[in-house]
């Protein structure tokens, strides 16, 4: 059963297991985050997240369509005696998560920009007790048959653009000299040797 639910406050939307938390799961667009195992999938799949982005994709969804400003990514991420650039590593972690997400800062579909404010993300979330049911494998065997086909179409392209290069014939032209001339060699010691 999935529901749409309201922002919750920070207190109670943390990625501890003995939290209690009003569901386990957090879905939005293909992405399903497990908040105890701080685990992000992608249809099904373990989507690789380091602990300041994970932190960054919280606090945004903490409140979603709200601006979350800078200053309180900055101070969720970075205690107050960490001398870091902070508007840079605010930059670099937000850009970290649209790309971990596939998102655009152009064209947002996950994490919107607020100029000279912060962030806000914009997708719709819904929290589920139940772990998403996994995809069907017929796409998996599609996309490998397709990334097969794209193998064999580069390998074959590859090959033309050997043939069709000059290299290649001027490699080609000395190889069949090289065998000629040794061929006339061996053709010459042997008569010479009779």
């Known amino acids: ?27 939005f667009g293909s992405f399903h985050l497990d908040l105890r195992k701080e685990e992000l999938l992608k249809d099904g799949t373990r989507v690789k997240l380091q602990g300041k982005v994970y ?22 991420l970075w205690p107050s005696d960490t001398h870091v650039n902070y508007d840079a590593n ?64 580069s390998k074959s392209s590859l090959l033309r653009a050997a043939l069709s290069s000059r290299w290649f014939t001027a490699g080609v032209i000395s190889l069949v000299l090289a065998g000629m001339l040794f061929g006339a060699a061996l053709m010459l010691y042997s008569h010479r040797a009779i």
């Open 1 to 27: 059963m999935s529901t749409q639910l309201a922002p919750m406050p920070s207190s109670q939307f943390t990625a501890s297991a003995e939290s209690a938390l009003p569901a386990r799961y957090v879905r």
């Open 90 to 153: 605010v930059n670099t972690t937000v850009n970290k998560l649209r790309q971990v997400l596939g998102d655009s800062p152009d064209q947002p579909v996950f994490v919107d920009t607020i100029p000279r404010k912060g962030y806000s993300f914009v997708a719709k979330i819904e929290y589920l007790d139940q772990p998403a049911p996994q995809q069907n494998q017929e796409p998996e065997e599609k996309s490998s048959a397709a990334e097969e086909m794209v193998f064999r179409e």
């Open 55 to 76: 932190q960054a994709l919280l606090a945004l969804l903490e409140k979603p369509g709200e601006v979350v400003t800078r200053e309180a990514l900055r101070m969720r």
